[in-house]
C-alpha cells in the first residue's frame, strides 16, 4: 500500500540573492494550494559567501523556520547532512565551480540555468553527477509549468500536424536615450566578469521553447544536434546586446529561431499589447504562447481549418492563499523531490543529454559573434578554493 505521508526533501540554498529569495519562497509555499500532496519541502540551511549574519538575514526575512542554519560558506553547506540537495543560485559565471563542490560533496544538485558558461564545464557536472551517483538538474523551471506539459502533448497528438517552425523571443529594453542601459557596467546583466548579456541570461529562455518544442518532443533515437547560425551585436563591455539563432534540425526539416536583445523588448509595453513571442507552426496550425517565455500565462491553437476561431486557454500560477505568493518554481522543485524519492539520478523532462546540447547551441552562437569571457569563468578545472566559491578576490 502506497504511503499517504508526503516525502520530505530537505533544501540548502546556495546564495541570498533575488532568485533564492524567489525560489525559497515558492519552497515555503503550503504544496496543497497547487494541488500536490506526494511531496513537501523543508529549507534546511542557507549560506552566503560574504557572511553568515546575511544568511541568518535571509532567513529571517522570508519566514524560513528558525531551525534552518545559516552558513558563512559555502562549503559549510554542501558538507552538512541535514541538506539533501543544494540549489545553486550563484550568478551563471559561479555555476561550474559552486556546482561541482556540491556533487563533489556527495549532495544532489539543482543548478539555475543558463547551466554553465561552457558546453565543456556542463560535461564536467553530467560526469561528476555519473561518478557520485546523484541527482542533477539544471534549473530551467519553465519546463515544469503546466501550460509547458500541455503544449507538448499537443504537439505529440499532431494537434497542429508536423511541427516545422518555432520562433521565439525573450528580450527586455533596457536602452536609455545616451545609447547606454540602465545598468551599470558592473551589472551581471553587461559585465563579461559575470558571464554577462542577453543570451545566457535570457536567451536560454528562447532556447528552451525550441528544444522543447522541437527535439524534446522527438523519439530518443530520433534526436539529433542541430546545426547553427547566429548574428551578435555587442555593448561596448563586450557583453552581446542583440543575438539572433537559428538552429536546423535537418533530419526532420525544422527550423527554431531564437531571439534575445537588451535593446528591445518582447513584451514593448509590459502589457502584452504586442501579443505572443512564442509561434509554433505546424503543418495543420499553430500554437501561440502568451506571456513571458519565462512564465508563459495563457496559449491559444490557431487551426489551418478552424474558420476563425481560436480559444485562448488561460493558465495561471496557484498562489498560497495563506501567503499570497506563488511564482511556479516550486513545480520544479516538486520535481527534484520525486526524482530523488524515486531514486531517478535526472529528469526526464529536462535530461542531462539537452542541458549540454543548449549550451553547445549558445558555445557556437558566442564564437560566431566573437563574445568571449575570461579563463576564471571558463575554465572547466575544478578548485574547491576558487574565489567563485569562496567569494575571496585575490589580493
Not at 76 to 87: G, T
Not at 155 to 167: L, M, P, S
Not at 331 to 357: F, H, N, Q, V
Request: charged share 25%; with cysteine; glycine share 8%.
Amino acid at each position: 500500500m502506497a504511503s499517504t505521508t508526503p516525502y520530505t526533501v530537505r533544501w540548502g540554498i546556495m546564495a541570498t540573492g533575488w532568485i533564492a529569495e524567489t525560489f525559497v519562497k515558492d519552497l515555503l509555499n503550503d504544496p496543497a494550494a497547487r494541488d500536490v500532496h506526494d511531496v513537501r519541502h523543508e529549507v534546511a540551511a542557507v549560506a552566503s559567501s560574504s557572511s553568515k549574519d546575511r544568511a541568518a538575514t535571509f532567513i529571517k526575512d522570508l519566514g524560513v523556520p528558525s531551525t534552518a542554519k545559516a552558513y558563512g560558506t559555502y562549503q559549510e553547506l554542501v558538507d552538512d547532512p541535514d541538506v539533501d540537495i543544494v540549489y545553486v543560485a550563484t550568478p551563471h559565471s559561479h555555476h561550474y565551480q559552486n556546482a561541482m563542490l556540491a556533487l563533489v560533496a556527495g549532495k544532489h544538485v539543482l543548478c539555475e540555468k543558463a547551466l554553465t558558461v561552457t558546453a565543456s564545464q556542463a560535461k564536467k557536472l553530467v560526469a561528476m553527477a555519473k561518478e557520485k551517483d546523484v541527482f542533477f538538474m539544471e534549473a530551467v523551471w519553465t519546463r515544469y509549468f503546466p501550460i509547458s506539459i500541455k503544449i507538448r502533448e499537443l504537439i505529440k497528438a499532431g494537434e497542429i500536424g508536423t511541427v516545422h517552425r518555432v520562433i521565439a523571443d525573450l528580450s527586455v529594453n533596457g536602452h536609455q536615450e545616451d545609447g547606454k542601459f540602465a545598468w551599470a557596467d558592473s551589472h551581471r546583466m553587461v559585465n563579461p566578469n559575470l558571464a554577462g548579456g542577453a543570451l545566457l541570461d535570457l536567451g536560454i529562455y528562447a532556447l528552451t521553447w525550441v528544444f522543447q518544442t522541437l527535439y524534446h518532443v522527438q523519439p530518443e533515437e530520433e534526436k539529433e544536434a542541430p546545426t547553427v547560425v547566429a548574428a551578435v551585436n555587442k555593448y561596448h563591455t563586450g557583453a552581446d546586446e542583440t543575438t539572433s539563432i537559428i538552429v536546423q534540425f535537418p533530419k526532420h526539416k525544422s527550423q527554431g529561431i531564437a531571439l534575445t536583445s537588451l535593446v528591445v523588448g518582447s513584451d514593448v509595453d509590459g502589457k502584452g499589447t504586442g501579443g505572443s513571442a512564442i509561434r509554433i507552426q505546424g503543418s495543420a496550425g499553430e500554437i501561440q504562447v502568451m506571456g513571458p517565455a519565462y512564465k508563459p500565462l495563457a496559449y491559444k491553437v490557431i487551426k489551418k481549418d478552424g474558420g476563425g476561431q481560436a480559444e485562448v486557454v488561460d493558465c495561471p500560477v496557484p498562489k498560497d492563499p495563506a501567503r499570497n505568493w506563488g511564482q511556479g518554481m516550486f513545480w520544479e522543485a516538486d520535481e527534484c523531490a520525486r526524482c530523488l524519492r524515486d531514486g531517478k539520478k535526472e529528469s526526464a523532462t529536462m535530461p542531462w543529454g539537452e542541458s549540454i546540447a543548449i549550451m553547445e547551441v549558445m558555445d557556437e552562437a558566442l564564437r560566431q559573434g566573437g563574445v568571449t569571457y575570461s579563463d576564471l569563468i571558463t575554465s572547466d578545472i575544478f578548485d574547491a578554493q576558487s574565489e567563485l566559491n569562496t567569494g575571496n578576490r585575490p589580493s
